[in-house]
């Protein structure tokens, strides 16, 4: 009936998520909230390992893109799930660090990472570095002489590999900012550059296609391209690279017709596309990572609002206006994405009322959707937003001055306040007197 596992209609006709009644937690807390189900983010995390175990004997690493909702609670569970994290900026690095992430198991990402980002991670003893760039290569080198380190270094090739997903989170396809392409030959010039430095233990390469992919083809070739890759690499230099991180994308439900793939179905066919191609080529198989971000967190979360206006527009539209909005979730106004939504409180009713789901800030497009079929709402309800675990805490902000909501996380059954909620004091906090 939901497009989350986490959520049911309990015997009190509410909404009860991660087995906490969500009307509660709104009565509780306030709203808007983001709730988070780190039961469930450690079942997601479990899915992975399992998967890795059972496809490739656990030869690998999975990480998680803490982009995808980074707090400390979230990466204090992912870590305890055995998993090791992605960042991409000194904020996130700085996140884990307060979490006590194990700073081996951190890798740090990105197209553009400051000098004093990469001072950071290399002082604080990173695990990797993912480069993306020639003149990042020059300064992880430069940077990790000076701190007399030696640093492990992913390269960030480009295969050229286009997934169908939205324009914005395509990155594997030769016009990019993302990476070094293999086919115009930057790949292996970032490759030839990095074993050349003295200061860089160069271990792999990796790679991420884009986000929000239903199909498993696109991640098989991606695989395939880049164990052609180290063999060519072989050829030249007689190097072996033993790493290779396929990256994440992994398709969630947001509406029912989305259908995605399991982690047991994406990892056994990358595996065994590697292991065959590794059998034929006589190229050892290589030490596998994956990134699943949004695949371990969007269907662990929901948002909470308080409805307000209802508005019926005769012949037209209805629009069911909430607390929240794009300051809160800014993924219908960035992607169109869509949503499906509830009224927690009245979740046992037929959801027969087609809204407009409208955030309170002044735009037209601050919407969470345009069609949603959710209960007849009245002034004062809750309404829950499904899958909204990723990228929306990570994507807020404080358009119109609004104070970002707070984050509560469910784990072992029991809620707690995970984030607090910011105060109109936080938002003017650093302006002038
Ligand atoms: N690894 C790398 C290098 C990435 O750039 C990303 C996401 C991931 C892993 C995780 O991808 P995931 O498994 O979460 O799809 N803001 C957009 C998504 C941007 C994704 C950016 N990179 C959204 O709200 O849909």
């Known amino acids: 009936m939901f497009v989350s596992d986490n959520a049911k209609v ?207 083809l696109p991640f098989e070739d991606e695989a395939e391209m880049l164990m052609r890759f180290l063999v060519d690499i072989r050829e030249l230099t007689g190097v072996t690279l033993q790493e290779l991180n396929i990256g994440g994308g992994f398709g969630v439900r947001y509406v029912p017709s989305d259908d995605p793939l399991s982690a047991d179905m994406i990892i056994g066919a990358v595996a065994a596309r590697v292991k065959r191609f590794c059998a034929e080529s006589g190229f050892p198989e290589p030490f596998l990572m994956f990134e699943p971000g949004r695949a371990i967190v969007a269907n662990n979360g929901i948002t909470l609002y308080t409805v307000g206006c209802v508005k019926e527009i005769e012949g037209v539209r209805n629009y069911v206006s909430i607390d929240g909005g794009m300051f809160d979730n800014p993924r219908y106004a960035l992607y169109k994405a869509r ?46 937003v499904f899958t909204t675990g990723a990228y929306n805490y990570s994507m807020s902000s404080n358009y119109n001055r609004n104070p970002r909501p707070a984050m509560v996380v469910i784990e072992n059954g029991e809620d707690r306040l995970a984030i607090r909620r910011e105060t109109y004091a936080d938002i003017a906090a650093f302006d002038e007197e």
Do not use: W
């Not at 016009?175 to 271990?203: C, N, P, R, T, Y």
């Not at 809204?355 to 004062?380: F, M, V």
């Open 10 to 216: 309990n015997s009190a006709g509410n909404l009860e998520f991660s087995g906490v009644d969500t009307v509660a937690l709104a009565q509780k807390y306030g709203t808007p909230l983001y709730v988070t189900s780190l039961d469930g983010v450690k079942a997601s995390c479990a899915e992975f390992t399992a998967a890795l175990e059972k496809h490739y004997g656990g030869r690998g690493m999975i990480l998680y893109a803490s982009k995808a909702n980074c707090n400390t609670a979230i990466c204090k569970a992912v870590s305890s799930s055995g998993f090791g994290l992605d960042v991409v900026s000194g904020g996130e690095l700085y996140t884990a660090l307060k979490a006590k992430v194990n700073p081996a198991k951190i890798c740090f990402h990105g197209n553009n990472k400051t000098d004093s980002e990469l001072r950071f991670a290399i002082e604080s003893g990173v695990g990797r570095i993912f480069a993306d760039s020639m003149s990042e290569l020059d300064d992880i080198e430069a940077i990790a002489a000076e701190t007399g380190k030696k640093v492990k270094v992913l390269v960030r090739a480009n295969p050229g590999v286009e997934a169908s997903t939205h324009e914005y989170i395509m990155t594997g396809q030769v016009d990019s900012k993302f990476g070094l392409s293999i086919e115009k030959g930057d790949a292996l010039a970032g490759v030839l550059k990095a074993l050349a430095s003295e200061h860089i233990e160069l271990a792999g390469i990796d790679c991420h296609i884009g986000s929000q992919i239903f199909e498993v």
């Open 339 to 384: 949503y499906t939504a509830c009224v927690a409180n009245r979740a046992d009713r037929p959801a027969d009322y087609s809204a407009a789901i409208a955030g309170k800030c002044c735009e037209s497009g601050d919407l969470i959707g345009k069609d949603i079929t959710i209960q007849r709402p009245e002034r004062g309800d809750v309404l829950a």
